[in-house]
């Protein structure tokens, strides 16, 4: 996803060099940057396999300093430094990921922005629970593939993606691991797709040339707690105790301009 990567990074690139970093906390599950003016980004922190005792190499002390180098991270091969670099974008964009429209309920903006009814096929990378009870009891077909949880096989996931799914929910660490390119590249034209999660980067221009519907992801509110859940190696449950779920969908964003 080097192409989106490229894409978030310039469009936060400005503001990055404008904005301090007040905080940086790598937890377990998450990683949280928060910024002078008082933004706070989550993102997933990925590990491959711990080879060492040492992850961040190169850098001085990023507290304090322009948020630009650890933007920067986000370019990286590595996923663990990814992660860095995409709690850095949404740090440097939480005041306008704040605005958007509250998602209600764990799975309304995903059921409306891809059309999900009895019947539709999703395919889901990454297992979210609430939302696939919701799909599940609107009668949908669900296929899930999660490496980390051991469910599925990726190889007939892919070919499934080709010729049988009608939507893609992704789960945006997808972004920090290689895999959410090769998804998109075996998903159908015509697949409806969100990406969905605190990690979630909601910066819509970054997602135009894979044509992303929906993007439904979590807003900080009390930076407090939320670094604290961080730093006690807390996830999704504890973090969206203490922030805002959020969505933009791009059916509903083009509807707004034409009017």
């Keep these: 996803m080097m192409d989106v990567m490229r894409r978030l990074h310039d ?5 990055a060099a404008q904005a301090r970093v ?3 906390t790598i937890g377990l599950g998450y990683t949280a940057v928060a910024i002078d003016d008082g933004g706070l980004g989550l993102a997933y922190t990925w590990f491959d396999e711990k080879a060492c005792c040492s992850f961040m190499r190169g ?3 990023a507290e304090g300093a322009p948020a630009t180098e650890l933007l920067e991270r986000l370019l990286s091969a590595d996923g663990f430094e990814r992660s860095v670099g995409l709690a850095t ?5 939480h005041a306008a990921a704040g605005r958007l429209p509250a998602d209600e309920g764990p799975a309304g903006a995903l059921v409306r922005g891809l059309r999900v009814a009895r ?7 990454g297992f979210f629970a609430p939302v696939a009870k919701v799909l599940e009891e609107l009668g949908a077909e669900v296929a899930v593939v999660d490496a980390a949880l051991g469910i ?23 972004l920090l691991n290689d895999t959410a390119e090769e998804l998109l590249g075996q998903a159908a034209p015509g ?22 519907d929906v993007l439904a992801g979590m807003v900080p509110v009390d930076a407090g707690r939320v670094l604290r ?13 203490f922030s805002r779920k959020v969505y933009w969908d791009r059916g509903e964003a083009a509807s707004r301009r034409a009017s």
């Design 89 to 93: 974008v949404n740090a440097l964009n």
């Design 229 to 241: 859940a961080v730093r006690h190696g807390g996830g999704t449950p504890e973090l969206q105790r």
């Design 22 to 24: 007040t905080d940086l």
């Design 59 to 61: 850098w001085d002390d």
């Design 191 to 212: 697949v409806r797709i969100a990406l969905l999660g605190p990690s979630t980067p909601l910066i819509p221009e970054a997602f135009a040339h894979v044509h992303v």
């Design 119 to 125: 019947g539709t096929k999703v395919a889901m990378v």
């Design 152 to 174: 599925g096989d990726q190889r007939t996931f892919g070919e499934r993606l080709g010729d049988w799914a009608e939507a893609l929910i992704m789960t945006s660490t997808a």
């Design 11 to 15: 469009a936060c690139a400005q503001r």
